[in-house]
């Protein structure tokens, strides 16, 4: 998931919103990491059972809306296109996507990672998953406990 994704570029060692950026095609803008924090917040809220704040959310809908292009490619093609400049752009994608999750079922069921210092979100395949990573957070608890056992 999009939104998911953006919220996890902050990780509890690093931020890689930059990097995840690029990657998606994206510019990065001190307004992309303000929304990041926005999103994460509704999204929390909302998994809670908590109004969450949307206007950051609907004000970056707002600043680059969308609209459909038909074009010709040995048949009609619709494509989606957004008004504005490549940052609202952006904001707006990034936005699209956290209003899809949050007006989605699947917001209820957003876990945080209880891995030691993990702070990532996840939308768990088996609702008993307790990390965002079985193979990394999942295997330092279990090596922890593991050594707690063993260590006398």
Known sequence: MLAIDFVNTLTSEEDRLEEWLSAQGLPWSQEVVVLRGQVEAAIL????????DLAPVNAALRGAPSFEVLTWDDGVVVTRSREGDEVARALATLAGAAAELLASPAVRKVKTCEGPGCRLLFVPAHPRRRWCDPA?????????????????
Do not use: L
């Open 45 to 52: 809220a909302a998994r809670d059972g908590r109004e969450p």
């Open 136 to 152: 990394t957070c999942g295997n330092r608890v279990r090596v922890a406990r593991y050594y707690q056992r063993h260590k006398d």
